[in-house]
């Protein structure tokens, strides 16, 4: 539909790389809002992630607005940070409403996860 999207993945193997959206937006001075979302992958799954609507006022008088989903993904269900962790985040302007634009970031979810090849599986 024609709207910038920006994909941020970060990794590692322990919490230290990274942390939670809200801290950076918080230590920039925006005002923000936050909640959780699912979004539904097909007929039987869902990804449940977290969002966060963020405005702040530049000294030259510009709002500026951002719209955040944010999820983590782990290598399996035991979620050991030693086994690895992702921070998987989209963040946009706001197009129409919150729930519009995180509409936006569901179907680009759903495209890149859906239109991607399957890999083969590692051997253990």
């Known amino acids: ?3 910038y999207i920006w994909l941020s993945m970060i990794g590692g193997r322990s919490s230290q790389p990274f942390h939670a959206p809200d801290i950076c937006y918080d230590a920039d001075g ?5 909640g959780s979302y699912p979004i539904a992958l097909d ?7 977290l969002w966060l609507e963020a405005n702040k006022t530049t000294e030259n008088g510009e709002t500026l607005e ?3 989903f944010y999820f983590y993904l782990f290598p399996n269900e035991t979620r ?9 985040k989209l963040t946009s ?9 995180l509409a936006l970031h569901a179907d680009f979810i759903r495209n890149l996860f859906f239109s991607a090849p ?4 590692q051997p253990s």
């Open 1 to 3: 539909s024609g709207e």
């Open 30 to 34: 925006w005002q923000y809002n936050l």
């Open 43 to 49: 007929e039987e799954h869902s990804l449940f992630g």
């Open 66 to 68: 951002h719209v955040v």
């Open 80 to 88: 050991k940070l030693s086994d690895g962790i992702v921070l998987f």
């Open 93 to 101: 302007g706001r197009h129409g409403t919150v729930e519009e634009t």
């Open 118 to 121: 399957t890999l083969p599986t």
